[in-house]
């Protein structure tokens, strides 16, 4: 659209980005492989636009999506999954890369956001802005749908929201601490 800000000008928005989640799914039910959903979020969002005002807020979001950009591959698809919330689809990614994609993302984040906050006119009083990243693949075995795995997604995005440390949260999987392995 013309009134969208800059930095969204290259995602596909909600519908678009189900569609080509959906055409991801098709190519791995024919050929096999993996696919991973990595959706990204300002951790406390509301009290970062309080605190800094919602141009500050925009400024870091637009970094948030420069972050999702410089990971990406050009077989990926960038896209909004809603307000606040940008995600990455990752063809040909499993579990582990996409896990360390996200801790990628997070480093590359908090470099933008703390030139950000010590912008001039930010404020003495700067609250550190950090993102949140939900992990979340498609099982080869059944046949997934595109609202389901934007909904492991979303759940995987609330439980980083909801951690105090690490902010990276992947759907359906156990954190290291508490699996039983064969050392164990």
């Given at each position: 659209a013309g009134n969208a800000p800059d930095h969204l000008a290259h995602l596909l928005m909600a519908e678009m980005f189900t569609v080509q989640i959906q055409r991801e799914m098709l190519r791995?039910?024919?050929?096999?492989?993996?696919?991973?959903l990595v959706e990204a979020g300002l951790c406390d969002r509301e009290a970062l636009e309080t605190r800094l005002g919602q141009p500050t807020v925009q400024a870091l979001e637009a970094r948030l999506v420069d972050c999702l950009r410089q990971c990406r591959e050009e077989c990926?698809?960038?896209?909004?999954?809603?307000?606040?919330?940008?995600?990455l689809l990752l063809p040909g990614v499993g579990v582990l890369r996409a896990r360390l994609m996200a801790e990628q993302i997070q480093k590359i984040f908090s470099v933008h956001a703390a030139e950000i906050a010590a912008a001039p006119?930010?404020?003495?009083?700067?609250?550190k802005a950090i993102c949140a990243l939900g992990i979340a693949c498609a099982d080869q075995g059944g046949r997934p749908?595109?609202?389901?795995?934007?909904?492991k997604a979303t759940q995987a995005m609330s439980?980083?929201?909801?951690?105090?440390h690490g902010h990276i949260c992947v759907a359906g999987g156990a954190a290291l601490e508490s699996r039983n392995t064969l050392v164990q």
């Open positions: 791995l039910s024919r050929t096999g492989g993996e696919l991973a990926d698809t960038l896209g909004c999954t809603g307000s606040g919330r940008y995600a006119g930010t404020g003495k009083h700067a609250v749908t595109p609202e389901a795995l934007l909904g439980e980083a929201l909801a951690k105090k």
